[in-house]
C-alpha cells in the first residue's frame, strides 16, 4: 500500500494504482475522455491532467502510478488552466452541430466542457473535415466529431479480441478507420456506441429517432441467452426504443452482446395481440372467453395422461409452476422445459448450473471447453473468457467443432472418446488438469441432447473427482445452457417425473397440447389430429401449427422471473404494457385453471411468488448465486458413440423467434454472417 496526500487529504491506495485511481479514492472528480475502468490506458485525451509537487508540468493521471509520499492538487490555477487547454484544442475541429447528434444529452464532450471549458475558441480557422468511415448495419459514424480517444479501438482489441478498428495517419490527419471499410462483425460492437464520449459512433437502427430526456427507464434482464445480462429498457409510450446494458461485475460488467441490444425491434413485428382459433384449417380472431372454453372443451373431453405442455425458451418461472401445478391436478406428468430434447435432469443441482459463476471465470488458471461455442452461445461469457486468457495468461482447450472463439485456444480434437482418455489419465492434457490450482470445464448444452449423454455425465463426473475440480474451496464445473428459461425449469421440477416420458412422447401422444413459446420442437412429430394450443407472442413456427393461439406478453412488458446459466434468480420489469389484447402467460394459466375448476389457491403475482418460494428456497434469495451442495453419484458407466460435436446454432443473430422477427438482425445476418459463412441463407 502507498501513503499519498490528494488535495491535503492523506489517503492508502494499493501499489500499482493510478494518481487517477487515488484521486477518486480521496472524492476528488477527474475529467477523462479515453480513460476507461475496462480498458487498457491509452492517456490520449491529457483531460485527467494534476498537479503534482516536484513535478515541472501537469501530469496526465491515468497513466502515472502512485508513489509514497506523493503530494496531489486537482483544483489548482495550473490544472483549470491545463484543462482548459485541453479542451480548447479538443474543439477545434469538432463541428458544432449538437441540435442534430444522437449523443446530445449524453456527451461526456458537452458535460466537460461546459464544467472544464473556458467559454471561448482562439481558434478562428477552417475545421478539418473528415469522410465517415462504414461500419456495418449497426453502428452510424461521424468521424468529425471524432476526438480520437481510441476507446473503440481499445475495446474491439482488448474485449472482443476482433482487432478491427485502429488510426491511421499522423497529427491532425489522424483518422479512426476500419481499414478496409467492412462492416465490424464482432457480437459485441455495439459496445463502443456507449464508450464512445462523443457523437462520432451512434446507433444506426435508432438514428435520429428520439432524445435521451424524452425515454423512460427501466431497468430489467435480458433472455435471449442463459446469461441474464442486466439491461435499461427504454422506452417511450408504449414503444421499446432502445436497450443499454446496466453495469454489473458479477455478470456481464458493462457490456451487453449485439443481439440483446438491437433485437428488441423483432418485438414490433409477426406479434400475436388476439386470441385466434382455427375454423376449417384457418386462424381467426375471437375472443377470450371463446377461446378459454373451446379449451376447456377440449381439456374435459380428454383423458387428462393425455393433456401435455412443453416450454419454450423465454417461459417464465411462474408460468411454468402454475401450469406444473394445473397439469399434476388434472392428472398429468406430460410436461418439460427442454423442448430441444436434453436429457439433463434435476436431480442434482450442480450438474445443472455455471458452478464457477460468471465472476468466477476469473480466478480459474485452466478451462476446459466441452461440445460449446461460448462465442455464440454467451458472447459475454465468451469476453470474460478471453479476459483471462489475456490477463492471467489462462490456458484453454476445446473438444469439439473447431471454431474462432477470438482467444487462441489447443483444440484437443472433435471427438468425445477424448474425454474418456483425460478422464482416465490417458491424455497429455490430464497432466495439465492435476497441475492447475483453479481448473474449470465449460460444457455445452447440446451435449445432453446427444443419445450417448449418459457417458457425458459418467465421465465428466469421474473427472471432477479424479483432478480435484470440485473441492471445498472451488467449483470449477459449468453447463453453459442457452435458453432462459432452463435452469428455472430444472429447479421447479417442470420435466417428467416418470423417467419413460420425453419430449418425444409429448409431442406424439399428447391428445391436447400446451406450446408455451416452444418454437424449436420438431412440429413433424405432432400428430395431424392433436389440439395444440400456442400461448406466445410471436406468429413464429408453433403458432402456424396452433389450433388455438393465446396471446402473452413480451420480456419487456411484463414482471417475471428467471433462473441464469450460474442459477442466480433474476426478475424482468415491465417497460411498456403488452400490445391490445396480450396478458401475462401466468394470468392466461391461471384463469383457465379457474374455468377448469382447479383452485390453485393464487389471485396476485405476489401470492404466485411466495407460493414458489415456500415450496423452493432458492426462490428466496433474489440477484444472488446460492452455491449448491455437491454429492457425486458417479452413476453407471456408458460408453460414447463415435459421432463428432456440431455446434447447433451457426447465426448468433436469428435463433429465437424474437430476433427471428428483427430486421436489424436480418441485417447482420445478410452482412456479417453470410461474409463469415460464405453460403449460409436465411
Same mark, same amino acid.
Given at each position: 500500500m502507498a501513503k499519498l496526500?490528494?488535495?491535503?487529504? $492523506?489517503? $492508502?491506495?494499493p501499489n500499482g494504482a493510478t494518481v487517477l485511481q487515488a484521486c477518486e479514492a480521496a472524492g476528488a472528480e477527474i475529467p477523462r475522455f479515453c480513460y476507461h475502468e475496462k480498458l487498457a490506458i491509452a492517456g490520449n485525451c491529457r483531460m485527467c491532467l494534476v498537479e503534482i509537487e516536484k513535478s515541472p508540468k501537469p501530469v496526465a493521471s491515468c497513466a502515472q502510478p502512485v508513489a509514497e509520499g506523493m503530494i496531489v492538487h486537482t483544483d489548482t490555477a495550473m490544472v483549470k488552466?491545463?484543462? $482548459?487547454?485541453?479542451?480548447?484544442?479538443? =474543439?477545434?475541429?469538432?463541428? =458544432?452541430?449538437?441540435?442534430?447528434?444522437?449523443?446530445?444529452? $449524453?456527451?461526456? @464532450?458537452q458535460d466537460q466542457a461546459l464544467k472544464y471549458g473556458n467559454?471561448?475558441?482562439?481558434?478562428?480557422?477552417?475545421?478539418?473535415?473528415v469522410v465517415d468511415k462504414y461500419m456495418g448495419p449497426l453502428i452510424s459514424t461521424n468521424m468529425n466529431r471524432c476526438i480520437h480517444c481510441t476507446r473503440c479501438v481499445r475495446f474491439l482489441e482488448d474485449v472482443a479480441g476482433t482487432n478491427e478498428l485502429g488510426a491511421i495517419g499522423r497529427g491532425e490527419d489522424v483518422e479512426i478507420t476500419t481499414y478496409i471499410g467492412k462492416a465490424v462483425s464482432s457480437e459485441l460492437s455495439g459496445n463502443i456506441i456507449d464508450l464512445c464520449p462523443v457523437g462520432a459512433l451512434t446507433a444506426k437502427p435508432y438514428e435520429f429517432q428520439f432524445r435521451s430526456w424524452e425515454l423512460k427507464r427501466t431497468n430489467s434482464i435480458d433472455v435471449l441467452d442463459a446469461v441474464g445480462s442486466n439491461i435499461v429498457i427504454n422506452s417511450r409510450g408504449t414503444e421499446v426504443m432502445r436497450i443499454l446494458p446496466n453495469p454489473n461485475d458479477d455478470i456481464n460488467e458493462e457490456w451487453i452482446s449485439d443481439k440483446t441490444r438491437f433485437a428488441y425491434d423483432g418485438l414490433k413485428y409477426q406479434r400475436l395481440d388476439i386470441p385466434m382459433i382455427k375454423k376449417d384449417g384457418k386462424l381467426e380472431p375471437c375472443d377470450w372467453d371463446t377461446a378459454s372454453t373451446e379449451i376447456k372443451n377440449k381439456i374435459l373431453a380428454t383423458n387428462p395422461q393425455k393433456v401435455g405442455a412443453v416450454a419454450g425458451d423465454f417461459t417464465d418461472v411462474e408460468t411454468m409452476f402454475l401450469a406444473k401445478k394445473l397439469l399434476k391436478s388434472l392428472g398429468s406428468d406430460s410436461y418439460d422445459c427442454r423442448q430441444d430434447g436434453s436429457l439433463l435432469d434435476n436431480s442434482e443441482r450442480w450438474f445443472y448450473t455455471f458452478g464457477t459463476t460468471i465472476s468466477g471465470i476469473e480466478k480459474a488458471? @485452466?478451462?476446459l471447453i466441452v461440445g460449446s461455442n461460448p462465442r455464440h452461445e454467451a458472447a459475454i461469457i465468451n469476453a470474460r473468457i478471453r479476459k483471462v486468457f489475456l490477463h492471467n495468461k489462462t490456458q484453454i482447450a476445446l473438444i469439439g467443432e473447431k471454431v474462432d472463439l477470438q482467444y487462441d485456444y489447443k483444440h484437443l480434437g472433435n471427438n468425445p472418446w477424448i474425454l474418456k482418455q483425460i478422464a482416465e489419465g490417458e491424455h497429455p492434457f490430464s497432466e495439465q488438469l492435476k497441475t492447475a490450482k483453479n481448473p474449470i470445464i465449460i460444457v455445452g448444452a447440446a451435449v445432453f441432447t446427444r443419445p450417448d449423454f449418459e457417458a457425458f455425465v459418467y465421465y465428466l463426473k469421474k473427472m471432477c473427482t479424479q483432478f480435484d475440480i470440485i473441492r471445498d474451496d472451488w467449483n470449477g464445473f459449468n453447463i453453459l445452457h442457452t435458453s432462459a428459461s432452463r435452469v428455472g425449469g430444472l429447479d421447479i421440477g417442470f420435466i417428467p417425473e416418470s423417467k419413460s416420458i420425453n419430449i418425444q412422447n409429448i409431442l406424439e401422444d399428447s391428445k391436447v397440447l400446451f406450446l408455451f413459446g416452444a418454437d424449436e420442437v420438431d412440429l413433424k412429430k405432432i400428430p395431424q389430429d392433436t389440439f395444440v394450443i400456442y400461448q406466445g407472442h410471436h406468429g413464429d413456427k408453433g403458432a402456424y401449427r396452433a389450433d388455438i393461439i393465446l396471446p402473452s406478453a413480451a420480456y419487456t412488458e411484463k414482471d417475471s422471473t428467471y433462473v441464469n446459466t450460474e442459477g442466480r434468480v433474476q426478475r424482468t420489469y415491465a417497460a411498456v404494457p403488452p400490445p391490445r389484447y396480450a396478458k401475462s402467460d401466468w394470468e392466461i394459466v391461471n384463469a383457465l385453471a379457474k374455468l377448469l375448476k382447479v383452485d390453485l389457491g393464487i389471485n396476485s403475482l405476489s401470492e404466485l411468488r411466495r407460493a414458489i418460494a415456500k415450496e423452493f428456497s432458492i426462490f428466496q434469495y433474489v440477484d444472488s448465486v446460492i452455491p449448491s451442495e455437491v454429492k457425486i453419484n458417479p452413476g453407471k458407466m456408458r460408453e460414447f458413440e463415435k459421432d463428432s460435436f456440431t455446434n447447433p446454432n451457426k447465426n448468433f443473430y436469428m435463433s429465437d423467434c424474437i430476433s427471428r422477427n428483427s430486421k436489424t438482425m436480418a441485417q447482420c445476418?445478410?452482412?456479417? @454472417?453470410?461474409?463469415?459463412?460464405g453460403n449460409f441463407s436465411l
Amino acid at each position: 500500500m502507498a501513503k499519498l496526500t490528494v488535495n491535503g487529504i $492523506e489517503i $492508502e491506495v494499493p501499489n500499482g494504482a493510478t494518481v487517477l485511481q487515488a484521486c477518486e479514492a480521496a472524492g476528488a472528480e477527474i475529467p477523462r475522455f479515453c480513460y476507461h475502468e475496462k480498458l487498457a490506458i491509452a492517456g490520449n485525451c491529457r483531460m485527467c491532467l494534476v498537479e503534482i509537487e516536484k513535478s515541472p508540468k501537469p501530469v496526465a493521471s491515468c497513466a502515472q502510478p502512485v508513489a509514497e509520499g506523493m503530494i496531489v492538487h486537482t483544483d489548482t490555477a495550473m490544472v483549470k488552466k491545463a484543462r $482548459e487547454g485541453v479542451m480548447e484544442f479538443l =474543439l477545434i475541429n469538432h463541428p =458544432l452541430d449538437c441540435p442534430i447528434c444522437d449523443q446530445g444529452g $449524453e456527451c461526456d @464532450l458537452q458535460d466537460q466542457a461546459l464544467k472544464y471549458g473556458n467559454g471561448y475558441s482562439r481558434f478562428e480557422d477552417e475545421k478539418r473535415a473528415v469522410v465517415d468511415k462504414y461500419m456495418g448495419p449497426l453502428i452510424s459514424t461521424n468521424m468529425n466529431r471524432c476526438i480520437h480517444c481510441t476507446r473503440c479501438v481499445r475495446f474491439l482489441e482488448d474485449v472482443a479480441g476482433t482487432n478491427e478498428l485502429g488510426a491511421i495517419g499522423r497529427g491532425e490527419d489522424v483518422e479512426i478507420t476500419t481499414y478496409i471499410g467492412k462492416a465490424v462483425s464482432s457480437e459485441l460492437s455495439g459496445n463502443i456506441i456507449d464508450l464512445c464520449p462523443v457523437g462520432a459512433l451512434t446507433a444506426k437502427p435508432y438514428e435520429f429517432q428520439f432524445r435521451s430526456w424524452e425515454l423512460k427507464r427501466t431497468n430489467s434482464i435480458d433472455v435471449l441467452d442463459a446469461v441474464g445480462s442486466n439491461i435499461v429498457i427504454n422506452s417511450r409510450g408504449t414503444e421499446v426504443m432502445r436497450i443499454l446494458p446496466n453495469p454489473n461485475d458479477d455478470i456481464n460488467e458493462e457490456w451487453i452482446s449485439d443481439k440483446t441490444r438491437f433485437a428488441y425491434d423483432g418485438l414490433k413485428y409477426q406479434r400475436l395481440d388476439i386470441p385466434m382459433i382455427k375454423k376449417d384449417g384457418k386462424l381467426e380472431p375471437c375472443d377470450w372467453d371463446t377461446a378459454s372454453t373451446e379449451i376447456k372443451n377440449k381439456i374435459l373431453a380428454t383423458n387428462p395422461q393425455k393433456v401435455g405442455a412443453v416450454a419454450g425458451d423465454f417461459t417464465d418461472v411462474e408460468t411454468m409452476f402454475l401450469a406444473k401445478k394445473l397439469l399434476k391436478s388434472l392428472g398429468s406428468d406430460s410436461y418439460d422445459c427442454r423442448q430441444d430434447g436434453s436429457l439433463l435432469d434435476n436431480s442434482e443441482r450442480w450438474f445443472y448450473t455455471f458452478g464457477t459463476t460468471i465472476s468466477g471465470i476469473e480466478k480459474a488458471d @485452466l478451462c476446459l471447453i466441452v461440445g460449446s461455442n461460448p462465442r455464440h452461445e454467451a458472447a459475454i461469457i465468451n469476453a470474460r473468457i478471453r479476459k483471462v486468457f489475456l490477463h492471467n495468461k489462462t490456458q484453454i482447450a476445446l473438444i469439439g467443432e473447431k471454431v474462432d472463439l477470438q482467444y487462441d485456444y489447443k483444440h484437443l480434437g472433435n471427438n468425445p472418446w477424448i474425454l474418456k482418455q483425460i478422464a482416465e489419465g490417458e491424455h497429455p492434457f490430464s497432466e495439465q488438469l492435476k497441475t492447475a490450482k483453479n481448473p474449470i470445464i465449460i460444457v455445452g448444452a447440446a451435449v445432453f441432447t446427444r443419445p450417448d449423454f449418459e457417458a457425458f455425465v459418467y465421465y465428466l463426473k469421474k473427472m471432477c473427482t479424479q483432478f480435484d475440480i470440485i473441492r471445498d474451496d472451488w467449483n470449477g464445473f459449468n453447463i453453459l445452457h442457452t435458453s432462459a428459461s432452463r435452469v428455472g425449469g430444472l429447479d421447479i421440477g417442470f420435466i417428467p417425473e416418470s423417467k419413460s416420458i420425453n419430449i418425444q412422447n409429448i409431442l406424439e401422444d399428447s391428445k391436447v397440447l400446451f406450446l408455451f413459446g416452444a418454437d424449436e420442437v420438431d412440429l413433424k412429430k405432432i400428430p395431424q389430429d392433436t389440439f395444440v394450443i400456442y400461448q406466445g407472442h410471436h406468429g413464429d413456427k408453433g403458432a402456424y401449427r396452433a389450433d388455438i393461439i393465446l396471446p402473452s406478453a413480451a420480456y419487456t412488458e411484463k414482471d417475471s422471473t428467471y433462473v441464469n446459466t450460474e442459477g442466480r434468480v433474476q426478475r424482468t420489469y415491465a417497460a411498456v404494457p403488452p400490445p391490445r389484447y396480450a396478458k401475462s402467460d401466468w394470468e392466461i394459466v391461471n384463469a383457465l385453471a379457474k374455468l377448469l375448476k382447479v383452485d390453485l389457491g393464487i389471485n396476485s403475482l405476489s401470492e404466485l411468488r411466495r407460493a414458489i418460494a415456500k415450496e423452493f428456497s432458492i426462490f428466496q434469495y433474489v440477484d444472488s448465486v446460492i452455491p449448491s451442495e455437491v454429492k457425486i453419484n458417479p452413476g453407471k458407466m456408458r460408453e460414447f458413440e463415435k459421432d463428432s460435436f456440431t455446434n447447433p446454432n451457426k447465426n448468433f443473430y436469428m435463433s429465437d423467434c424474437i430476433s427471428r422477427n428483427s430486421k436489424t438482425m436480418a441485417q447482420c445476418t445478410q452482412e456479417i @454472417l453470410n461474409k463469415q459463412y460464405g453460403n449460409f441463407s436465411l
